[in-house]
Nanobody
């Protein structure tokens, strides 16, 4: 069982920045893939950014150049730095940890971008 706890969401004006965090209950160096997803009201959950050990991160086209995913193995924490935020980035952001035989989600953190 892997527990993931997100934090750092909030309300920010368009053009601003925010960093969300995801603290894991196990050593994240052992987790093959960690990712951030988001779900806006009335929309399906979508992949924002993913980080697989040893590979370059993947980003959704809509966030490329603005968002950065990173891991701090010493703190067992995944981050998503979000810059130049837009109202369309408003969503609940979820942390995901995945291996071949398991997949865990955090409870989500709300990010609201005002225009």
């Amino acid at each position: 069982q892997v527990q993931l706890v997100e934090s750092g969401g909030g309300l920010v004006q368009a053009g601003g920045s925010l960093r969300v965090s995801c603290a894991a209950s196990i050593m994240i160096v052992t987790i093959p893939t960690m990712a951030w997803y988001r779900q806006a009201p009335g929309k399906q959950r979508e992949l924002v950014a993913a980080h697989t050990g040893g590979s370059s991160p993947n980003y959704a086209d809509s966030v490329k150049g603005r968002f950065t995913i990173s891991r701090d193995n010493t703190k067992n924490t995944l981050y998503l730095q979000m810059n130049n935020l837009k109202p369309e980035d408003t969503a609940v952001y979820y942390c995901n940890a995945a291996a071949r035989s398991w997949n865990y989600w955090g409870q989500g953190t709300q990010v609201t971008v005002s225009s």
